[in-house]
C-alpha cells in the first residue's frame, strides 16, 4: 500500500515550514548525487550518525560538519541513501506534515520536527552502540510526525493506492489504521534486527520507533488548545 493523500479536513495556514523542509531535503539530496561514489560515501561517514562515535565519545574522520560529532544528530536529517529512500520520507512528509503544521503553527511544527529526528537518532545509537555505520535520513523525524498526524487526526481517511496481483486501486484506509499498522512492522522489525545481524537491511528501525514514541507526547506539548485553534481562524 503506498499512500497518496488524505483528507483531515481544510486547512488555515500555508505549510511554509513543510515546503522548506522538502526543499532543503531535495537540494541536500542533489548535492550529494553530485559528489560521485567516494565523495558520497565521505560525506556519509562524515555528516552522518555513526554509534560509534559517542560510544568512544570522540570524532571518528572523516571529521564532521563544524569539528563535532553532535552536529550529526541535525545533519544526518537531510541526507538520503537513494532516489527510494528519499522519494518515500518526502511522500510521507507531503502528506503529514502540513496537518500537523497546520495544528502546531509554524515555529512550534519545527521544533517539534527537529526534536522527533534526536529522539529517534538517540534510540538508534542506543540500539547500536558501537556499530560503525552512518545513518541518515528523515523518517525518524517523520515517524514522530506520524505520531502526531494520529493523535490529532484520528478520524481522518488516507487516500492509499492498493496493489492487488496485476491491478492497482485507490481506496481510503483509516488513519489510525494504516499508520498503526506501519509502527507495529517497525517495532517487529526492530527486535528481528537485535543481534549478530543487526542493520543489514540497511534500516534504521529503531530510529523510526524512537521518532514515533517521542512524538506521541510532545505533540500534546506543542499543539495549540482546539479552542484558541478554532478562535484563531473562525473568521
Known amino acids: 500500500m503506498i499512500p497518496i493523500g488524505d483528507d483531515p479536513g481544510p486547512r488555515h495556514l500555508t505549510p511554509f515550514v513543510t515546503f ?9 539530496f542533489v548535492y550529494t548525487i553530485s559528489l560521485g561514489e567516494r565523495g558520497i560515501e565521505t560525506l556519509y561517514r562524515s555528516a552522518g550518525v555513526v554509534p560509534l562515535e559517542f560510544a568512544r565519545n570522540q570524532d571518528i574522520p572523516p571529521v564532521a560538519p563544524g569539528g563535532s560529532y553532535y552536529t550529526t544528530l541535525l ?3 537531510f541526507l538520503h ?25 509554524h515555529v512550534r511544527y519545527l521544533i517539534f520536527y527537529l526534536l522527533c529526528g534526536l529522539a529517534a537518532s538517540a534510540t538508534h545509537i542506543f540500539f547500536n552502540w558501537g556499530s560503525q555505520i552512518p545513518s541518515i535520513g528523515a523518517s525518524g523525524a517523520i515517524a514522530g510526525v506520524l505520531a502526531g498526524y494520529i493523535v490529532m487526526f484520528p478520524a481522518a481517511r ?9 491491478f492497482i486501486t485507490i ?3 483509516p488513519a489510525l489504521l494504516l499508520i498503526g499498522f506501519w509502527f507495529v512492522t517497525q517495532v517487529f522489525s526492530g527486535i528481528a534486527s537485535l543481534g549478530p545481524s543487526e542493520q543489514t537491511t540497511g534500516v534504521a528501525f529503531w530510529a523510526h520507533v524512537g521518532g514515533f514514541v517521542a512524538g506521541l507526547p510532545l505533540v500534546l506539548l506543542f499543539r495549540q488548545p482546539r479552542s484558541s485553534y478554532d478562535l484563531a481562524f473562525r473568521q
Open 20 to 28: 522548506a523542509l522538502l526543499a532543503a531535503n531535495v537540494a541536500a
Open 75 to 77: 545533519t544526518s536529517m
Open 81 to 105: 541513501g537513494g532516489f527510494l529512500h528519499i522519494a518515500s520520507n518526502m511522500l510521507f512528509l507531503w502528506i503529514y506534515g502540513d496537518n500537523v503544521e497546520d495544528r502546531l503553527g
Open 158 to 166: 488516507i487516500r492509499t493506492l492498493l496493489f492487488i496481483g496485476p
Open 171 to 173: 481506496t481510503r484506509v
